[in-house]
Nanobody, 123 residues
Framework: QVQLVESGGGLVQAGGSLRLSCTASGRTFGRYVMGWFRQAPGKEREFVTAISRSGGNTYYAQSVKGRFTISRDNAKSAVYLQMNSLQPEDTAVYYC????????????????WGQGTQVTVSS
C-alpha cells in the first residue's frame, strides 16, 4: 500500500512554468513505476508521463514532449513534474499514480492515486 500526495499546482499565465511534486508514504517507493495523468473538465483522464523505477527511462505523451520533464528521487520518495511553456490546453487536475507493475500509459495500469492538484493556465 502506498499513499500519494501531490502539491505545486496553481494558476499561471500561458508560457509560464510550474513544478508539481508527489510524495509517497512508506519505504518501498523505489519498487513502483510512477506516472502523471491529467483530467480536464468534461474529458477523460489522460496519460501525461511516466518514469521507471530507477528513473532511467521516461515516457511522454506527444502533447507534452519537449515541454514537460518527469523525474524522481527515491531517497525522498518523491516524483516531480516540471512543466514549461504551459498552454491553456494544459489546464486540468493533475494526478500522480503508482504501480508495482510495468510502465503503462493507461490509467487502469496504476493501482494507487493521489487526490490531484489543479493546474490552470490563463491565456
Amino acid at each position: 500500500q502506498v499513499q500519494l500526495v501531490e502539491s505545486g499546482g496553481g494558476l499561471v499565465q500561458a508560457g509560464g512554468s510550474l513544478r508539481l511534486s508527489c510524495t509517497a508514504s512508506g519505504r518501498t517507493f523505489g519498487r513502483y513505476v510512477m506516472g502523471w495523468f491529467r483530467q480536464a473538465p468534461g474529458k477523460e483522464r489522460e496519460f501525461v508521463t511516466a518514469i521507471s523505477r530507477s528513473g532511467g527511462n521516461t515516457y511522454y505523451a506527444q502533447s507534452v514532449k519537449g515541454r514537460f520533464t518527469i523525474s524522481r528521487d527515491n531517497a525522498k520518495s518523491a516524483v516531480y513534474l516540471q512543466m514549461n511553456s504551459l498552454q491553456p490546453e494544459d489546464t486540468a487536475v493533475y494526478y500522480c499514480a503508482a504501480t508495482p507493475g510495468s510502465v503503462s500509459t493507461r490509467s487502469q495500469g496504476y493501482n494507487y492515486w493521489g487526490q490531484g492538484t489543479q493546474v490552470t493556465v490563463s491565456s
